[in-house]
């Protein structure tokens, strides 16, 4: 009893050190931030603000597609489940960086979810935004030609046979992994994956990660106006660099590494500075409104989040054999 009674004050205690810890990064940042915003033409801002706002809740929602796409009850909410994916993954900001993940798996249990069907959500999740990023990631690159352009840029030789190796390469490592793990994929999704609702995930978090770009993309016409790169442009290179923050293991919200992929990427058209720039103003914006829904989140987090107590724990995982 005494032990129930301490879990709720801990996840409070959690909470609010992560709100501090995001105030603190601000505050931090903030002579670079008002010397950006000095030169920022604010309507872009702004704009940048309210792309950021609809994106995290919606974003946040699609967890419960993808709980769904195991299994999960079909009725489960989406509301719901963005309550808790927003409350837990502003864990990421503590060090470590599994902290987001592991508390995910934790509360699921508010939606009726076991904790191993949890666990798996997170993998398939990941799967499925790794997909959509790199999907955002080619489409830009491509359609924009800055891909091309880097290429020539920082390769020698043909280009075509770098691309060409490039894409052998890479389907030499799926190859490889399926061999590797293929038995293990279709063992454990053997009669459970939904494929019509995973493929409706994908396509919502390919779709709202080029609204994400957008973001990105009025920052940086905010600060560069006409010299800004197009809007395919800077949605690839955002992609990357979402790719960069996540590979950079260790660091909360891959804080810094984005902004780096940002300024090396655009670096080769003289715009490298004012990229990073871009990133680090866009970065703020994000943490701001984050605080914002993460605050308000909270405060309502008994009608948002699910009772304390879990109802009826669904996990098809344990049935798999």
Not at 37 to 60: C, H, I, K, Q, S
Not at 63 to 87: H, N, T
Not at 193 to 207: G, K, M, Q, S, V
């Amino acid at each position: 009893m005494k032990g129930a009674s301490i879990g709720p004050w801990l996840k409070r205690l959690a909470l609010a050190v992560v709100l501090i810890t995001m105030v603190l990064a601000i505050y931090q940042m903030r002579h670079e931030l008002v010397r950006l915003l000095a030169e920022a033409d604010w309507r872009y801002v702004v704009a940048a603000g309210v792309v950021a706002f609809l994106y995290l809740p919606f974003n946040a929602s699609v967890w419960g597609l993808v709980l769904r796409s195991l299994g999960a009850d079909g009725a489960l909410s989406r509301s719901q489940s963005a309550a808790i994916w927003i409350r837990c993954e502003a864990m990421r900001y503590l060090p470590g960086g599994i902290w987001g993940y592991a508390s995910r798996v934790v509360e699921a249990r508010r939606l009726g979810v076991g904790k191993s069907l949890a666990a798996l959500s997170l993998t398939v999740e990941l799967a499925i935004t790794a997909l959509a990023w790199g999907t955002v990631a080619l489409t830009g690159l491509v359609i924009s030609g800055v891909g091309l352009d880097l290429v020539e840029k920082w390769l020698p030789g043909t280009q075509v046979f770098w691309i060409v190796g490039g894409v052998l390469l890479g389907l030499l490592g799926i190859a490889v992994m399926w061999w590797r793990f293929g038995d293990k994929v279709r063992a454990l999704f053997q009669g459970q994956l939904r494929p019509a609702i995973a493929a409706r995930a994908l396509f919502e978090y390919t779709a709202l990660n080029f609204f994400f770009g957008l973001g990105f993309y009025l920052t940086f016409r905010g600060l560069a106006g006409e010299a800004a790169p197009g809007f395919f442009a800077a949605t690839g290179v955002n992609a990357v660099a979402w790719f960069a923050g996540m590979l950079a293991i260790g660091v909360p919200a891959g804080l810094g590494v984005r902004e780096g992929a940002c300024y090396v990427m655009f670096q080769p058209f003289g715009l490298g500075e004012t990229a990073a720039a871009a990133a680090l103003l866009f970065r703020a914006v994000q943490m701001m409104v984050e605080c914002l829904v993460l605050g308000a989140t909270v405060a309502l987090g008994r009608r948002l989040g699910g009772s304390e107590e879990p109802a009826d724990i669904s996990d098809p995982v344990t049935q798999v054999s």
